[in-house]
């Protein structure tokens, strides 16, 4: 039951390989004195750096809400060779620039350094001491930088812009990376033979909601904090445009702070992070076996409370025995055994088949930078308990914007849809992965088990949903570890969807079932999108 793990790891060491080559430099060729020499460059080379363009998020009424700008900062720098003491100099603006006195001084000593960053976005409080300070070889300069108008609200979609080795800036990370040509715009040319103004970039506009996304990251603070957990995610999808409306992630950090943030947190765990889903797979499983015509939801079978193929023992997540079930029951309790009859009575090929036509393995073309693809390839060398245990989410790796994208498929009829982050994007079918019938049926199972295990149940709305809790993998000797992942997808009303919702937490401390995390959380967030977008009951009258 041993996973590839090396082409995860692969992953890993290719992730952090692109974020230390995205490490920078703080110092940012624009202060006063500077600013001119920088001038000087530019005439004698015809160039001129155009306006970046803005970064706009929604709401349900389709407002236009400036979420990255471009604003003036007062930079402050120092002329070394304008200062006449270092020691001096050093010891009176350390405490107001907020750096190490023996720091200033080694800078301040440097022969011939015409200049020497101390503050790149200056506070009113820092400049006005500064200014009656009168330091010599001190400048106070307002510079056009980038601003992140939400704070740490969806910096992992956003990205940042830092200095390049050329002294202009670029996008790292998030749109600002992924949309680096639309945004910058174009160079200016001063020259005769090719004379030009500078083009400022194009605007963009993203499916982002952010009443939506402010209250996926509340819920997911939450939840992260709560449980002493070392990353999570929510997503939120239209099933059948396939917009997302949100993408939350901890741990996140601001962006326009950047540089106080861990590498690691710039990474995008919705597309950029590999993970086994465990139980809340065993929905694509029935999926394909209904679809195929290999079972219905009133296919029966004995469950034993375990299964055994090629030497190893597969057991109920509970370790009980539930006896004569159908295929329904194993979605309402969840039983390994039940996925791995189902998966079996498919057979291994049209299993796979059908788990690839969910787009599993393959990147889903979102446009975000650092898409990884996830691995199935467990499934290429003909080992029943491999089948078996990717039947219920182990043994395979996912994202969880393939997951959602998988879940919103069923929701959408059955048709599998690229997600989209731009507004002007138009809605791109990919394939019909399962008949409009089998998705109705399969609906309906899943609003069994939310029915049944009450914790996602929402007052006078069918939801459907599923549960995962998966352990995680021992990557140093095999086998799985005791700490899981929880992850709950779900959608509503039931049988005419206006979201998806995923919540996934990493590592929550004890090891809880996901009913006890990502569950109530589901609700929550459901609970608000139904009052959100004013949607009517569809169980009228019902608790």
Do not use: C
Not at 463 to 475: C, Q, Y
């Amino acid at each position: 039951m041993r996973v590839k793990f090396w082409m995860i790891r692969i992953v890993f060491v290719g992730i952090f390989s692109v974020l230390i080559g995205h490490m920078y430099s703080l110092q940012i060729n624009n202060g006063e004195y500077y600013h001119q020499r920088a001038e000087a460059r530019e005439e004698a080379s015809g160039k001129f750096i155009p306006t970046r363009g803005v970064v706009y998020i929604t709401d349900k009424h389709q407002t236009k809400i400036p979420a990255v700008v471009n604003k003036e900062y007062p930079l402050v720098y120092a002329v070394p060779t304008e200062i006449q003491d270092p020691q001096e100099s050093a010891h009176r603006l350390a405490s107001i620039v907020g750096k190490d006195v023996k720091e200033l001084i080694s800078s301040f000593s440097k022969a011939n350094d015409e200049y020497e960053l101390l503050i790149d976005k200056a506070t009113p409080m820092q400049v006005s001491q500064l200014r009656e300070l009168n330091e010599e070889g001190v400048y106070i300069k307002e510079v056009v930088s980038r601003f992140y108008s939400l704070g740490t609200m969806a910096s992992h979609l956003f990205g940042f812009i830092s200095p390049s080795q050329d002294g202009t800036v670029a996008g790292r990370y998030g749109v600002e990376l992924e949309f680096e040509d639309m945004l910058r715009g174009v160079e200016g040319n001063s020259k005769k033979d090719a004379s030009h103004d500078p083009i400022a970039g194009s605007d963009l506009y993203l499916t982002i909601d952010r009443n939506i996304q402010a209250e996926s990251e509340r819920i997911l603070g939450n939840l992260f904090n709560e449980w002493g957990a070392e990353g999570g995610s929510v997503i939120v999808q239209e099933p059948d445009t396939g917009k997302i409306l949100a993408m939350a992630n901890e741990p996140t950090f601001d962006p326009n702070t950047y540089s106080k943030a861990n590498l690691r947190d710039y990474l995008n765990g919705s597309v950029e992070l590999l993970y086994e889903p465990g139980s809340v797979f065993k929905v694509l499983t029935i999926a394909a076996g209904i679809d195929s015509g290999a079972i219905t939801p009133q296919t029966t079978y004995v469950d034993k409370g375990y299964l055994t193929l090629n030497g190893r023992t597969i057991r109920n997540w509970d370790k009980k025995t539930y006896g004569l079930q159908t295929m329904t029951n194993v979605i309402e309790n969840s039983l390994n055994t039940g996925s791995a009859f189902a998966e079996s009575k498919t057979g291994h090929e049209t299993f796979t088949t059908y788990i690839k036509r969910f787009g599993f393995g393959t990147k889903t073309g979102i446009e975000l930078p650092g898409e990884v693809s996830g691995d199935v390839s467990n499934l290429d060398n003909g080992r029943d308990i491999n089948y078996a245990t990717a039947s219920f989410g182990q043994g395979i790796s996912v994202t969880p914007i393939q997951l959602i994208s998988s879940f919103s498929s069923i929701a959408n009829g059955g048709v599998l849809m690229r997600p989209i982050i731009r507004q002007d994007d138009t809605p791109e079918v990919v394939r019909r992965v399962i008949q409009p019938e089998t998705a109705e049926q399969v609906t309906d199972m899943m609003v069994s088990a939310v029915d049944k295990n009450i914790l996602a149940h929402v007052a006078q709305y069918r939801v459907a949903g599923k549960t995962g809790t998966a352990n995680i993998p021992n990557f140093k000797s095999g086998g799985y570890t005791d700490d899981v992942i929880n992850t709950f997808v779900g959608f509503a009303p039931a049988h005419d969807p206006k979201f998806v919702v995923l919540i996934k937490l990493d590592h929550p401390k004890g090891a809880p079932l996901a009913g006890q995390t990502v569950v109530p959380a589901f609700k929550k967030m459901t609970q608000f999108l139904l009052n959100y977008y004013e949607v009517p009951p569809d169980r009228a009258g019902e608790n």
